[in-house]
Nanobody, 112 residues
């Protein structure tokens, strides 16, 4: 079992930045992939970014160039740095561990 706890969400104005943290209850070195998804009310959960064991990263087109995913293996934590936030980024953001374990989510609200 892996528990994931997200933090860092909140309310920000358009153009602002937030950093989301995802703290895992066990070593993330054993995860071949970790990532972030988001879900807007009434919509399906969508993939945002992922980071693989070797450090390779991938991003959804909608966030490419604005969001950066990274990991600190010593702290068992994955981060999502979000810059140039827009109202359409408003969603609940979920951390994912190998697509098997999910966090509870953290709300990000971007005002126009």
């Amino acid at each position: 079992q892996v528990q994931l706890v997200e933090s860092g969400g909140g309310l920000v104005q358009a153009g602002g930045s937030l950093r989301l943290d995802c703290s895992a209850s066990r070593s993330i070195l054993s995860a071949n992939v970790m990532g972030w998804y988001r879900q807007c009310p009434g919509k399906e959960r969508e993939w945002v970014a992922r980071i693989r064991y070797g450090g390779n990263t991938d991003y959804a087109d909608s966030v490419k160039g604005r969001f950066t995913i990274s990991r600190d293996n010593a702290k068992n934590t994955v981060y999502l740095q979000m810059n140039s936030l827009q109202p359409e980024d408003t969603a609940v953001y979920y951390c994912m561990y190998t697509w098997k374990y999910w966090g509870q989510g953290t709300q990000v609200t971007v005002s126009s």
